[in-house]
């Protein structure tokens, strides 16, 4: 099985990017997959919301504190399980960001984006899989990110300001030397703009439940199959996974295929 680090970049603020990540994370565990996500939208904290209890540890902890100390927290200080993965094959780990203000700049800085990428190095060598919930490139730690990352995939909203956002994206990462791998539309209507995305997510009534993500233990029946197919177009794998409804390819792909696949 290949170990693909991705950089899940929003293409502008609100595209969704915190909840994808663990949508996309769900379903590779479905599939019986190792997968980690490591917070790197500090200032929102969203992927705090999908873990229960005390975060301590925080993934701005591993990046500030001092290595050179016995005490230094590591990755797996930091390491949350979802509530959903004793219902899922495989393993589905966070790490999320809650912090003062004050830790929180401190992790912006340059040498904390450096032990970021040492941390997603760390991450990469225990998890088949490893997702980088990443905000608009406008900050080291996302730069560490898409540089440090084996590929970088953009979500961006289905609209025409997601049209826009998309070709920012492009060229900021291109800017710090980076490339985009994938471009996904994220809550797409069969109307939807974002033709040259590589796959679309629909929007789903099941996303608006922060507890357990709508592609796990139990999938929609149009939601899930798109988000497998985005997992597999995000990280170049194969899927074995069954739906009851609606099989992994044939959710209204005249529709809701982007004009890349079609």
Request: charge should be negative.
């Amino acid at each position: 099985m290949p170990h693909f680090t991705t950089a899940l970049v929003g293409a502008t603020g609100g595209a969704g990017t915190t909840r994808l990540a663990v949508e996309l994370g769900a379903t590779l565990a479905r599939d019986g997959r190792e997968v980690a996500i490591l917070d790197a939208a500090f200032a929102t904290e969203g992927l705090a919301r999908h873990v229960s209890g005390r975060i301590d540890p925080d993934v701005t902890a591993l990046v500030t504190d001092d290595e050179s100390t016995a005490e230094a927290p590591t990755l797996t200080d930091g390491l949350r399980e979802h509530p959903a993965t004793a219902d899922l094959a495989g393993r589905l780990e966070l790490c999320p960001a809650r912090a003062p203000f004050e830790r929180m700049a401190r992790a912006k800085t340059a040498a904390a984006a450096r032990r970021f990428e040492d941390l997603l190095a760390d991450a990469a060598s225990e998890f088949d899989h490893v997702i980088v919930d990443a905000p608009p490139v406008a900050a080291n730690q996302t730069v560490a990110a898409v540089t440090a990352a084996d590929r970088v995939a953009v979500v961006a909203p289905a609209s025409k300001r997601g049209v826009d956002a998309v070709q920012r994206a492009r060229g900021r990462i291109a800017d710090v030397g980076a490339s985009v791998d994938a471009v996904l539309a994220n809550r797409a209507a069969a109307d939807q703009p974002l033709r040259s995305a590589d796959a679309a997510i629909p929007e789903s009534e099941a996303q608006r439940v922060e507890e357990v993500p709508a592609s796990a233990p139990e999938p929609e029946a149009d939601f899930a199959p798109a988000v497998a197919r985005a997992a597999e177009v995000v990280f170049d794998a194969e899927l074995d996974l069954e739906f009851e409804e609606s099989r992994l390819f044939d959710v209204d792909t005249d529709e809701l295929l982007p004009d890349a696949l079609s």
